[in-house]
């Protein structure tokens, strides 16, 4: 699948075109290989879309990941080392979620 459509920022502008392929190639132009880790919290995050209709920015991603899966991967050290610079920015993206708001 080569013909992705994506907005100006690199988020997949027909959430439904998403799929485990669509997220390895996603994920490869932020230059990340993902794990089975990186496969837990793009889960949590899908679930967390599914039920507020949103991505969470920053804070709530980390509290949900915490609530979720526990204090050790629901902080932003764990976080970031998964997903660099902006966390809750790169996994929506790498999910198929549209852009968090409030995320600069």
């Given at each position: 699948m080569t013909d992705l459509i994506l907005d100006q920022d690199g988020y997949l502008k027909d959430l439904t075109h998403w799929s485990p392929e669509v997220a390895r190639i996603l994920a490869r132009q932020q230059n990340i290989e993902l794990s089975e880790a990186h496969w837990e919290i793009i889960g949590c995050l899908q679930d967390f879309y599914h039920q507020y209709e949103h991505a969470p920015s920053q804070r709530p991603f980390v509290k949900h990941i915490a609530n979720t899966l526990g204090k050790e991967?629901?902080?932003?050290?764990?976080?970031?080392?998964?997903?660099?610079?902006?966390?809750?920015?790169?996994?929506?993206?790498?999910?198929g979620l549209p852009r968090p708001t409030h995320c600069f």
């Open positions: 991967k629901g902080n932003s050290i764990y976080l970031m080392q998964l997903f660099p610079e902006s966390p809750a920015k790169v996994a929506a993206l790498i999910a």
